[in-house]
């Protein structure tokens, strides 16, 4: 069965430091998200790619973030300068159309830790 | 403004007992799609029913169904038999005729065997 694919699975970083979340879609999907989840609390939209570019962002999504898809396949979430705020799950996730009855695929998460 | 609410943040069902979840949202869009969403402790968002608002039956899968009630605008996941491995924190979650999924804060559901 088609994935959603999310590397690495867990990153520590130092506050400052640039932090790249990698992602694979499924691959015959052509909308993208990132969602984040402080440990404890729900889970929020960051951003929504599309026709490589951005649909939708979030007030969260300032600009420290960015995304990416710098070939056919990755998508990628960069933070510029982390904050220990940062520190949280990044879910990428993807779905095939924007129809209501889609549902998004999420990848298995990469957990952010900022010290 | 779009808002999913669950009201439950933890329960704890006898194994093999059913259980209901609560959600409720709140929208003025005529066309809305309501998800849920299980999160074992492990981290991953497991899709796990869909219903749409034009739905005009209760949405099923397996011993997962949704409690559809569009007047009071509430979306209620029902498990049944529940096991073990149904532990997890579960979450309601609505794309409001938009492409993004707006969440639920979640319950925290524990099978005591």
């Known amino acids: 069965e088609p994935e959603v694919t999310q590397t690495p699975s867990h990153q520590v970083t130092q506050m400052g430091q640039e932090v790249i979340l990698r992602c694979v879609p499924i691959?015959?999907?052509?909308?993208f998200y990132w969602y984040r989840q402080i440990l404890g609390q729900k889970v929020e939209f960051l951003v929504s790619?599309?026709?490589?570019?951005?649909?939708?962002k979030s007030e969260i999504f300032d600009d420290q973030f960015s995304v990416e898809r710098p070939d056919g396949s990755n998508f990628t979430l960069k933070i510029r300068s982390t904050k220990l705020e940062d520190s949280a799950m990044y879910f990428c996730?993807?779905?095939?159309?924007?129809?209501?009855?889609?549902?998004?695929?999420f990848g298995q998460g990469t957990r952010l830790t900022v010290v | 403004a779009q808002k999913i609410t669950q009201t439950q943040p933890g329960m704890f069902v006898q194994e093999k007992e059913a259980v209901t979840l609560d959600c409720t949202y709140d929208?003025?869009?005529?066309?809305?799609?309501l998800f849920w969403y299980k999160q074992p402790s492990s981290g991953e968002m497991i899709f796990l029913i869909y219903?749409?608002?034009?739905?005009?039956q209760n949405a099923t899968e397996g011993r997962y169904s949704l409690n559809f009630q569009k007047a009071r605008k509430s979306a209620n996941l029902v498990i049944s038999a529940s096991q073990l491995g149904d532990s997890a924190m579960y979450f309601c979650?609505?794309?409001?005729?938009?492409?993004?999924?707006?969440f639920g804060t979640g319950t925290r559901l524990t099978i005591i065997p």
């Open positions: 691959s015959n999907h052509l909308y």
């Open positions: 219903q749409g608002s034009y739905d005009q």
């Open positions: 929208t003025s869009d005529p066309s809305y799609g």
């Open positions: 996730a993807s779905r095939r159309d924007s129809s209501l009855n889609t549902e998004a695929f």
């Open positions: 790619f599309y026709n490589n570019e951005i649909s939708e």
């Open positions: 979650a609505s794309g409001f005729g938009n492409e993004k999924l707006t």
